[in-house]
Each structure stands twice: as C-alpha cells, then as structure tokens.
C-alpha cells in the first residue's frame, strides 16, 4: 500500500512541478483572467489572503499594514488566534453511575481550547502559488501541533488548485472548515472519527458553469507518525458538491456533497471515540481499541444559505473491516439552523466549497451593536456495532454568538444531552462559554 501512495504522490508531484515551471498566469477557479481579486484562498480552511502585487502597500490594504507586507520575492502575512473556554455540568443520577461506570471525573473547567499562530503569503510568480505555515497548542490532546502547512498551486490545466503538504483531508465540509469560522463551539460527534490534520496531496477546485466543486487527497504518516492525530497510516479521500443554486450578490447558495474515504489504521487496530461536543468532558461514547485492517467511510452534507438565515445538515457512515468484531458500523450526523439577527450573510468559498467568518458590519469598538448570531443544533453519534457497544449519545444545542469585531468573539451555550450505555439512559446539561481572539 505504501508502494501505491508512493507511485501517486510522485505523479502528482511531477505535476506539479510541470505546472509551476510553464509560464501560465493563473487564477483560482470563479475568477476572470482580467481580473484583480481583493483576496484569495489562504490555504484550504476558508481562511483569505490579500492579494499584494507592488512592492507598496495599496491603499486599500493600509489597515492590514501591522501584519501583511508585500515583500519582492513574496507577501507576507502574520496571523494567529486563541480560544478559552468554560464548560460547567449539571447530571441526573443515571448520569453520575453512567460516569462513575467509566472511571471518569466531570467537573466544572476553565480551559485553553486552542492558541495558533499562523505565517502565509503568495510569491511574485506568474502562476499563483501560495505558502502558508502553522504552529497550534491543542487542548483536547494537550500537544503542541503543526497545524496546516505547505503550498498551494493553482493549476488552471487540471482545473482548479494542488496543496501539497500538512492539512485537512477534505473529508466534511464543517471539518474542512477552520474552527475559528464555525457556528458552534465545536464541530458534530460524528466526524470526530476523521483526524484533524493529515500529510499528503489535495487536488480542489470549482468548476463556475456546472456549478461543481471536489476535492481529492491521498495522505500518509511519513512525517506524522507517532502524533495524536496520526490514527491512520494512509488515507485516501474525496468530496465532491453541487450548487444547484448559488448567487454571491443574492447572497444565496444550496450546497449539496457527497464525501467517501478509505483508511488503514495505524498497526492494525484503532479506539474510536468522541467527546459530547464539550472539550474538557472525558469521552462519554467509546468502542475500545479494536482490530481491522481498513475502514470506509460515507457521508452527505446539504446546506441552504440566504442573506442571514442558513440550513444544515451532515450524516455519516463509518465502516471497519474487522472479523473479531463483526465488521461494526457506526452511525452520526447532525442538523442546524443559524440566523444572524443583525443581518450580516457568512460567506461562501467556492474555491473550496465551505463557509468562511462571519463579516461585522458594525463594530462594537466603532459605536456598532456587533455581529449577533443565533444557533440551533442537533447531532447524535451512534457507536454501537458489531460486538462492540460504545454507546449512543445525543445532544440539542441552543446558543447565542456575539461578534463583537472581526477579531473577537462571545460564544454563550446550553446544551442537553442523554447518554445510552452500560444498559443506562442518563442525562446532562451543559453550560458552556468561549471568548475568541482571531487575527
């Protein structure tokens, strides 16, 4: 299998490499040749990079003066972010044996989510390339992280952009999308099976008149093995979405997907797991580290936007070859509904196929009420399969989010939630509350 991964990434890479030397003046995907875009993908996660052409900085680009500066070989962009939660419980008495059952401890917590620091920009070359580079503390594994990193091509001949290097899988268009970005605390249950980073190649794009974006990765852990997230060995992964209607100056887009992926665990076996979307609780669903040699995995994901008002919904399948356990299946997705109360509209990337921040009109610090935002989820993960019996868990979430600027964010949230495991039904409620700083 190592062999295969090989022979792919060096295809792609010659690609690549064939791509970058042809004198080509290239563009990401939606744009006309004869434009001059304001910003473009900063890597895959939905996060921007302003575009800088001169040796000055234009005009426009002034307020970004502290952190970006144009460079003659290339731009250069200093970004970073930082989350801190609280998270306080309240269970009923099944709920307590059910935590007691596992050994475990739920206490209220003040904690670090998530610190970064990020460095990017684009070099002066006729075709589009972009470099981005990343360091980030994690709080769930309480380990310091290379968070994506690496080069990405445009690569108009094969329609649409390569990165090469450390980053998302592509698999879930919330998981795909950087944290910061997201509407709630913390993405669903259901995806917590896919890592958060792999290293490998991606080939994306959008292709503007079917209205059709994908993505394709093959990934390995030459360079990651031994790391928290490092589960799998090697991965294969793709997406691939619909907009059968999209309108940027309507501010209206229908989004449907489908996502398939194909891993082999790291020696043979894997634990799979999941938090109640409260990163500071133990793992209150958990099949154990069982044998299985590959995994599939399925999904879908649908979601309708329209100025301030978006739709949701994400369902996933995964599937581990393993005779010792009959080959368990595990089930999960979620359902949301988001609307911003002051009337901003979150953007959506086509070149990537994901929703990016949320824009604030009217600054608190500038006299303005801030971005306000209301959301409600619900999402359910099911790892009950085969022999195995993780447990079922479901959760409804309420919550408010205040923008205050573009930089900072206020996350208020209550969540319910029942537990079905070891032969008991408990419930818990969750009060939780982040403060978000993102440059």
Known sequence: MRYKFFGKSVLLLTVILISILVPIESTFCQEKKDSIPVSIPDGTEGEMLEVVKTD????????????????????????????????????????????????????????????????????????????????????ASRSWLVRETGVMVGVPELWGNIFVGRTKEGFSLNKVMVGYGGWTMERQMAIDVIPILADGIKWLGFLPKQRILRNVGVYADWL???????????????????????????????????????????NGEINVRSRPEANSAPHFI???????????????????????????????????NSPQTSDPAFFGGDAVISYLITGESRPYTTSTGIFGFVPVNRPVFKGGPGAWEVVLRFSSLDL????????????????????????????????????????????????????????
């Open 56 to 139: 000055t900085l234009p005009a426009n680009l002034k307020k970004e003066r502290w952190r970006l500066f144009p460079g003659k070989i290339s731009s250069f962009k200093f970004g970073g972010g930082f989350l801190y939660d609280f998270a306080g419980y309240s269970q009923d008495e099944t709920g307590k044996k059910q935590i007691d059952s596992m050994g475990k401890v739920l206490e209220p917590a003040f904690s670090v989510r998530d610190f970064r620091i990020t460095l990017s920009g684009q070099l002066r070359t006729k075709r589009t390339i972009i470099w981005k580079a990343g360091l980030l503390y994690d709080g």
């Open 224 to 266: 990651s093995k031994g790391q928290s997230f490092s589960t799998y060995k090697s991965q294969f992964a793709a997406r691939v979405a619909w907009l059968p209607r999209y309108s940027a100056e309507k501010k209206e887009v229908l989004h449907v997907g489908l996502n398939y992926r194909y891993g082999k665990p790291v």
């Open 384 to 439: 009950n399969g085969g022999t195995l019996q993780g447990g079922k868990f479901w959760r409804i979430t309420p919550m408010v989010n205040w923008y205050l600027t573009k930089y900072l964010r206020l996350d208020l949230v209550y969540g319910y939630g029942i537990l079905n495991r070891y032969q008991l039904k408990g419930a818990t409620q969750f009060f939780q509350t982040r403060i978000q700083v993102v440059l």
């Open 286 to 320: 958990e099949a154990g580290k069982f044998s299985t040699d590959h995994s599939n995995h399925y999904g879908v994901e649908a979601y309708y936007k329209v100025g301030p008002l978006m739709l949701g919904s994400e369902i996933y399948s995964h599937r581990f």
